[in-house]
């Protein structure tokens, strides 16, 4: 059981970093336990949370202006699920807005309000 939803608990949250960075968005926990968790109803591995602004800047391939410096991203795995279908999942519920990464181990995704996509994997994006 997690103290920010039932699923998630604030130190899976918390900058890798060891600064306990740890704010999160509500509006990302509701579409994670939402639109993940509870559909795929299996353990799901945040991968990358929050990130204070100097281990954003350490960190390889970061944005300058990474969401997961506000709170507001998640890196993670869905265990047994592919990367490429949660992504396509996310993708098919939200057309129209906030971002999505696909990665070959995982998935980017952000409650930006707007639309983003982007593809780290060698293959096309799912369509």
Same mark, same amino acid.
């Given at each position: 059981?997690?103290?920010?939803?039932?699923?998630?608990?604030?130190?899976? =949250?918390?900058?890798?970093?060891?600064? @306990?960075?740890?704010? %999160? /968005? #509500?509006?990302?926990?509701?579409?994670?336990?939402?639109?993940?968790?509870?559909?795929?109803?299996?353990? %799901?591995? %945040?991968?990358?949370?929050?990130?204070?602004?100097?281990?954003?800047?350490?960190? !390889?391939?970061? #944005?300058?202006?990474?969401?997961?410096?506000?709170?507001?991203?998640?890196?993670?795995?869905?265990?047994?699920?592919? !990367?490429? #279908?949660?992504?396509?999942?996310?993708?098919?519920?939200?057309? /129209?807005?906030?971002?999505?990464?696909?990665? @070959?181990?995982?998935?980017?995704? /952000?409650?930006? !309000? /707007?639309?983003?996509? =982007?593809?780290?994997?060698?293959? #096309?994006? !799912?369509?």
């Amino acid at each position: 059981m997690g103290d920010l939803s039932k699923n998630y608990s604030r130190h899976e =949250w918390s900058c890798g970093c060891g600064c @306990e960075f740890d704010i %999160v /968005d #509500a509006e990302l926990i509701y579409v994670m336990q939402t639109h993940i968790s509870d559909y795929y109803g299996v353990v %799901v591995d %945040v991968t990358g949370g929050n990130r204070c602004i100097p281990h954003n800047n350490s960190t !390889p391939g970061a #944005a300058r202006f990474s969401l997961h410096t506000e709170g507001k991203a998640a890196d993670f795995r869905v265990r047994g699920v592919s !990367p490429r #279908a949660v992504y396509k999942r996310l993708n098919e519920l939200f057309p /129209d807005k906030y971002g999505l990464g696909l990665y @070959e181990d995982r998935v980017h995704f /952000d409650v930006r !309000p /707007d639309r983003a996509r =982007w593809n780290c994997t060698q293959r #096309a994006l !799912p369509q």
